[in-house]
């Protein structure tokens, strides 16, 4: 909601998005625009309030700085895969307040990354290995990488398929 004449904050970002998901940054960025009705309006003080999981991780207090760009909140730093909101408050010229709420999360943050691939055994068809000192497991692991190979030994690629239920209220598109 607006106030014709009052101090509005709008357009809060993190690392110049708004409510960006996957930050690969431990120090995020903030910003934000003002807007007011009256004229010669500008800020002069600001506060960043940061939590994660509804619990307060971060608080820069007020500080009495005009900066609404690039503005990082000191001591605060990101967790791998966290949710984050954040709610800024500014004070302007004129004594009025305003506070914007918005959000983001963190991706892996430099966290090593660990999975296995999801594919079918490759099985080389029966004529392949006729004449040769293969076998089907030799094959899969490739103990003749150094030999020329030609891939039309394999049979066709399989399906990986991976059952799941569709949750109630899901609009599929036709």
Not at 35 to 63: F, M, P, W
């Amino acid at each position: 909601m607006r106030n014709i004449n009052g101090l509005t904050v709008k357009n809060l970002t993190v690392e110049h998005m708004t409510n960006p998901i996957g930050l690969d940054v431990s120090e995020p960025r903030f910003g934000w625009k003002l807007e007011s009705g009256k004229k010669n309006v500008h800020q002069t003080a600001y506060q960043i309030r940061l939590y994660k999981e509804n619990e307060l991780a971060a608080d820069t207090g007020k500080l009495d700085r005009d900066t609404s760009i690039e503005v990082t909140a000191e001591g605060f730093q990101a967790e791998p895969k966290t949710v984050c909101q954040v709610e800024v408050t500014v004070w302007d010229n004129h004594g009025e307040t305003a506070s914007l709420e918005g959000c983001f999360e963190t991706g892996r943050l430099g966290a090593p990354f660990v999975s296995g691939w999801a594919e079918p055994e490759q099985e080389p068809t029966p004529d392949s290995l006729a004449g040769k000192e293969m076998d089907c497991d030799s094959v899969s692991v490739n103990a003749f990488a150094d030999q020329e190979r030609d891939f039309a030994e394999f049979r066709p690629a399989q399906y990986v398929r991976i059952p799941f239920e569709v949750k109630k209220g899901l609009n599929l598109l036709k």
